[in-house]
């Protein structure tokens, strides 16, 4: 395919067809793989914008990414104009807020889901077959999300969870695209303890401008109100940290555990917040994700309910 992650149609330029120039291919395929290898080869890097594809597996920003115009086209001087990424930013928002309009889980998820084997899965993810009915044949999974049971039901791609007794279904997007990410990406691999922040992953320069963690959002809701804090974690079944002014432990997933950690404000000081997590994160979850585990986290953590 002669379409490059960032969009350009190589197909169409004579460098292409005269064979003065390759193209760069989607950000999960192969070619784009072997363009990168190049680059890092020959420039020392490879371009920012089709490092990221790769690393997130997207095929088209333009297409597959849904934080696109993000700054890795901002900072130019190409493949797209100014104007170009304003008319994009400017529509997309627009399109976000149409009446209807909501996240969606992609169906492929759920289709590589289906092909994993569910025992060895089970065992990665810290999890359960779990069976829809007494007599039935095994249909999904379960396992822990912030200490409350959840169901993955595979047979009809409904995520449930643990409420009044029963079990009722996950309607947010955020939730279920989280939960079927870490499935698909879990290893056999366990948390060693020691904390990091993302600027410490090999991917630190994904969490900037519209991947930054949600901090202030933390240190505003939190930052007068420490004892908020401490119920909202407790709700979560936060273990407590003997860090900053107060943290806490959460575990998302079993193999995942996020810390958050809060500075409250005085007289000298604004309050803040930092987001940590094992230092195996990154080879459990695509730096995307590990960005989507913290807003889940920051979301469940700031609701009042």
Known sequence: MATGACGIDCSCCAL????????CGPGNSDLGAQKLAVQRKLLGAGCPILECAALNRIPCCLADCAQFPCEN??????PY??????????????????????????DEHWEELAKKDLFLLCADAVAEPWKERDGAGVSGL???MFGQKVVVDMENRTVLRARQGGLAPVTSPLFILCLLVYLLNVTPR????KLVSVQDLKEAHFFTGPHALPLDRIAGRFGKDPAAFKRNAAKLCGEPLPMADQAFTFQPFVKIPVAVLLWTADEEFPARSLIL?????????????????SMLTTEKLCADE
Do not use: N
């Open 142 to 144: 379960s396992l822990s």
């Open 277 to 293: 997590f094992d230092e195996t994160i990154s080879r459990q979850l695509p730096a995307d994700a590990i960005w989507a585990l």
């Open 16 to 23: 292409h067809i005269s064979g003065a120039c390759g193209t």
């Open 73 to 78: 086209f901002g900072k130019g001087p190409y």
């Open 190 to 193: 366990v948390p060693t303890g």
């Open 81 to 106: 104009s100014e104007g170009f990424l304003s008319m994009q930013k400017r529509r997309r928002e627009m399109a976000a807020k149409a009446p209807g309009s909501k996240m969606s889980v992609p």
